[in-house]
T-cell receptor, first 117, second 113 residues
Framework: AQTVTQSQPEMSVQEAETVTLSCTYD???????LFWYKQPPSRQMILVIR??????QNATENRFSVNFQKAAKSFSLKISDSQLGDAAMYFC??????????????FGKGTKLSVIP | DAGVTQSPTHLIKTRGQQVTLRCSPK?????VSWYQQALGQGPQFIFQ???????QRGNFPDRFSGHQFPNYSSELNVNALLLGDSALYLC????????????FGPGTRLTVT
């Protein structure tokens, strides 16, 4: 079974600074998707960024970028120029590309990010 | 463009009772997944519905059941509620050609007393 591990329960960053959230995963599949979701206190899970495992190029979305290391099964999220609105729980998630696990997201336990003004 | 909607927002039930939660998918989406998020944890996959059939199920007992209607909306039913069923229940919708991205609703907070 696939597992997703987020080893940092809490992180903090100064406003305008850069922070990196870590995620590792375990899978025997070669093709899969990886996601970072943000969950603010409003509870709604918001997709931040997505990475396809077959793509070597790291995904970027404005101030958000990932460092995808397939061999190491590592998928970290970098937030640049942190803003107060970035404060939230961040979840790393895995989804298989095909087969029995391809319809479900497997989540880590999350990292709570605080942004200090 | 309406996103994923869920009702009710909050719900309080007593042990042993039954509950029904509702979800309307994002416009254009035909697949609905349900997740349970216990306090301080990541969401856990319950099941997914596509074409009115349960396509995949996570590690949840049969007390958890669901339904999908022809308009793609969905219900999650939980029978014989236990205290441990207290959680945030999230609905997510997607469509197969969308790269499997799942869009989440705001959730229903269920408290079992």
């Amino acid at each position: 079974a696939q597992t997703v591990t987020q080893s940092q329960p809490e992180m903090s960053v100064q406003e305008a600074e850069t922070v990196t959230l870590s995620c590792t995963y375990d899978t025997s599949e070669s093709d899969y998707y990886l996601f970072w979701y943000k969950q603010p206190p409003s509870r709604q899970m918001i997709l931040v960024i997505r990475q396809e495992a077959y793509k070597q190029q790291n995904a970027t979305e404005n101030r958000f970028s990932v460092n995808f290391q397939k061999a190491a099964k590592s998928f970290s999220l970098k937030i640049s120029d942190s803003q107060l609105g970035d404060a939230a729980m961040y979840f790393c998630a895995y989804q298989a590309y095909s087969g029995a696990g391809s319809y479900q997201l497997t989540f880590g336990k999350g990292t709570k990010l605080s942004v200090i003004p | 463009d309406a996103g994923v909607t869920q009702s009710p927002t909050h719900l309080i039930k007593t042990r042993g009772q039954q509950v029904t939660l509702r979800c309307s998918p994002k416009s254009g989406h035909d697949t609905v997944s349900w997740y349970q998020q216990a306090l301080g944890q990541g969401p856990q996959f319950i099941f997914q519905y596509y074409e009115e059939e349960e396509r995949q199920r996570g590690n949840f007992p049969d007390r958890f059941s669901g339904h999908q209607f022809p308009n793609y909306s969905s219900e999650l039913n939980v029978n014989a509620l236990l205290l441990g069923d207290s959680a945030l229940y999230l609905c997510a919708s997607s469509f197969p050609s969308g790269g499997y991205e799942q869009y989440f609703g705001p959730g229903t907070r269920l408290t079992v007393t």
